[in-house]
């Protein structure tokens, strides 16, 4: 291999003669050469240079210094220069001594073969150089450690400011979603008193039946996900309502005409409508289209049957039909005398309001297949059973006995149909100074509270 660096080389002999042949061996090789003719004048030279000596050749026998002695103070000046000790002699005891206190790398015997040394030196320098490549290398590599130790310090640093700060953006983002969803329910309960505006009859009736309809979803397994997409359907299944006149809200159905019946068909889809713009009530949406489905492929607005109902769907339609009959009335006498024939009883036999929620079983339990997915409607009556048939969780208070911070349990009118206060309003001072004013002009009817 070819050498890489200039090289510099020490020569120490006290005879003249040795130095000069040594010179002319080495001088065509390219080498600089240094000279001493003493070990004493060695270690000058060596001290004045200045400069990294590559090799250095002393002979033995000097006066005043010996060659080994002056190896052995040489390496303390250049540790890493390479060392060769000449010698006439084939002296033991001065080749052990250099070996051990000068640490030389090799010996020659005078006289040296003129093509052999100049090898000898050679193979020396390129050791010389391995030696100092691997310092330089093991430098860089200590070098490059500490500043990838820096990096890896400065990397720990930003990995945990970037940590901090997706810790604080995912704070900010969690903040805007609970803002979002307050907004959405906000809107959702706006829609629900829209329909509690527009019918006061209607009024409590969507906020249980989407209470029932959670119940039922949840029965079924459903994610949580879907419950609130069930719930939330629920809630505004007669968003689309709007605008129908009091005949049809009424469920008049005798005076209704051809008109009022296209009009009422029509709702289920103009609710869809309602909510379609609101990004996350597209699944609402469809759920509010299909609640007046069929099991039995008879119903509107599109003839789903069975399975192509969705099941949201068919849960608030069980629901709906529930409340109709017992809160609402709806065709309640035509439903109890029903019930009262199948059962072969008479009307004195139950309290009203629980004929009403067996008659409404009774419909369910008559039209599971046709009108009503069975499964559904197995479901919904387990729950009602398992609660005793009774469900009415809020309670009714006196507008005396209303305290700050409860909460309504039923969008508030007036016993003239004037819209007061949606459901889920949390109650304070202020409102209830207002109601105690309004009562003395329009008297609020009962007022029902959440447990």
Same mark, same amino acid.
Request: charged fraction near 30%.
């Given at each position: 291999?070819?050498?890489?660096?200039?090289?510099?080389?020490?020569?120490?002999?006290?005879?003249?003669?040795?130095?000069?042949?040594?010179?002319?061996?080495?001088?065509?090789?390219?080498?600089?050469?240094?000279?001493?003719?003493?070990?004493?004048?060695?270690?000058?030279?060596?001290?004045?240079?200045?400069?990294?000596?590559?090799?250095?050749?002393?002979?033995?026998?000097?006066?005043?210094?010996?060659?080994?002695?002056?190896?052995?103070?040489?390496?303390?000046?250049?540790?890493?220069?390479?060392?060769?000790?000449?010698?006439?002699?084939?002296?033991?005891?001065?080749?052990?001594?250099?070996?051990?206190?000068?640490?030389?790398?090799?010996?020659?015997?005078?006289?040296?073969?003129?093509?052999?040394?100049?090898?000898?030196?050679?193979?020396?320098?390129?050791?010389?150089?391995?030696?100092?490549?691997?310092?330089?290398?093991?430098?860089?590599?200590?070098?490059?450690?500490?500043?990838?130790?820096?990096?890896? /310090?400065?990397?720990? =640093? $930003?990995?945990? @400011?970037?940590?901090?700060? %997706?810790?604080?953006?995912? #704070?900010? !983002?969690?903040?805007?979603?609970?803002?979002?969803?307050?907004?959405?329910y906000d809107t959702v309960r706006a829609f629900a008193s829209l329909a509690e505006m527009h019918a006061a009859t209607l009024a409590g009736h969507n906020q249980r039946v989407?209470?029932?309809?959670?119940?039922?979803?949840?029965?079924?397994?459903?994610?949580?996900?879907?419950?609130?997409?069930?719930?939330?359907?629920?809630?505004?299944?007669?968003?689309?309502?709007?605008?129908?006149?009091?005949?049809?809200?009424?469920?008049?159905?005798?005076?209704?005409?051809?008109?009022? /019946?296209?009009?009422? =068909? $029509?709702?289920? @889809?103009?609710?869809?409508? %309602?909510?379609?713009?609101? #990004?996350? !009530?597209?699944?609402?949406?469809?759920?509010?289209?299909?609640?007046?489905?069929?099991?039995?492929?008879?119903?509107?607005?599109?003839?789903?049957?069975?399975?192509?109902?969705?099941?949201?769907?068919?849960?608030?339609?069980?629901?709906?039909?529930?409340?109709?009959?017992?809160?609402?009335?709806?065709?309640?006498?035509?439903?109890?005398?029903?019930?009262?024939?199948?059962?072969?009883?008479?009307?004195?036999?139950?309290?009203?309001?629980?004929?009403?929620?067996?008659?409404?079983?009774?419909?369910?339990?008559?039209?599971?297949?046709?009108?009503?997915?069975?499964?559904?409607?197995?479901?919904?009556?387990?729950?009602?059973?398992?609660?005793?048939?009774?469900?009415?969780?809020?309670?009714?208070?006196?507008?005396?006995?209303?305290?700050?911070?409860?909460?309504?349990?039923?969008?508030?009118?007036?016993?003239?149909?004037?819209?007061?206060?949606?459901?889920?309003?949390?109650?304070?001072?202020?409102?209830?100074?207002?109601?105690?004013?309004?009562?003395?002009?329009?008297?609020?009817?009962?007022?029902?509270?959440?447990?």
């Amino acid at each position: 291999m070819s050498l890489k660096f200039k090289h510099t080389i020490l020569l120490v002999d006290d005879e003249e003669a040795i130095l000069k042949a040594l010179q002319r061996l080495f001088r065509r090789d390219g080498y600089r050469i240094l000279t001493a003719a003493s070990g004493q004048e060695g270690l000058e030279v060596l001290r004045e240079h200045g400069k990294p000596v590559s090799l250095i050749i002393s002979d033995q026998q000097m006066p005043g210094m010996n060659g080994a002695q002056f190896l052995e103070k040489a390496r303390a000046i250049y540790p890493d220069a390479m060392r060769f000790l000449l010698t006439g002699y084939s002296d033991m005891d001065a080749i052990v001594e250099a070996v051990n206190k000068g640490e030389i790398h090799r010996y020659l015997t005078k006289p040296w073969n003129d093509e052999d040394l100049p090898l000898q030196v050679r193979q020396a320098l390129e050791q010389f150089e391995l030696v100092v490549e691997n310092r330089r290398l093991s430098a860089l590599t200590r070098r490059q450690n500490r500043e990838l130790a820096d990096l890896n /310090r400065d990397l720990e =640093r $930003k990995v945990e @400011e970037r940590t901090r700060e %997706v810790q604080e953006k995912n #704070k900010e !983002l969690s903040r805007l979603n609970r803002e979002l969803e307050a907004s959405l329910y906000d809107t959702v309960r706006a829609f629900a008193s829209l329909a509690e505006m527009h019918a006061a009859t209607l009024a409590g009736h969507n906020q249980r039946v989407s209470a029932l309809a959670k119940e039922i979803a949840s029965a079924f397994g459903l994610s949580e996900r879907e419950v609130v997409s069930v719930e939330t359907a629920a809630l505004l299944h007669d968003i689309g309502k709007l605008g129908l006149n009091e005949r049809i809200l009424r469920y008049d159905t005798v005076r209704w005409g051809e008109e009022d /019946r296209k009009a009422y =068909r $029509k709702h289920p @889809e103009e609710g869809q409508a %309602v909510v379609q713009f609101i #990004k996350r !009530l597209d699944h609402v949406g469809l759920l509010i289209r299909s609640h007046h489905e069929r099991y039995d492929g008879k119903g509107f607005p599109d003839g789903l049957k069975e399975e192509s109902i969705p099941l949201g769907s068919q849960i608030i339609a069980a629901a709906d039909a529930y409340d109709r009959i017992v809160h609402l009335r709806v065709k309640a006498k035509v439903h109890v005398e029903a019930y009262l024939r199948a059962k072969g009883i008479t009307l004195d036999h139950l309290p009203e309001e629980e004929l009403l929620q067996q008659a409404a079983i009774h419909h369910l339990d008559q039209n599971r297949g046709t009108r009503y997915d069975p499964e559904v409607v197995q479901a919904f009556v387990g729950i009602l059973k398992e609660r005793g048939v009774q469900y009415r969780t809020e309670r009714s208070v006196p507008l005396e006995l209303l305290e700050e911070g409860m909460v309504l349990a039923t969008s508030l009118f007036t016993k003239r149909g004037k819209f007061l206060l949606p459901y889920n309003t949390k109650l304070t001072e202020e409102h209830l100074n207002k109601l105690r004013v309004i009562h003395e002009n329009d008297p609020l009817p009962e007022i029902y509270i959440n447990p």
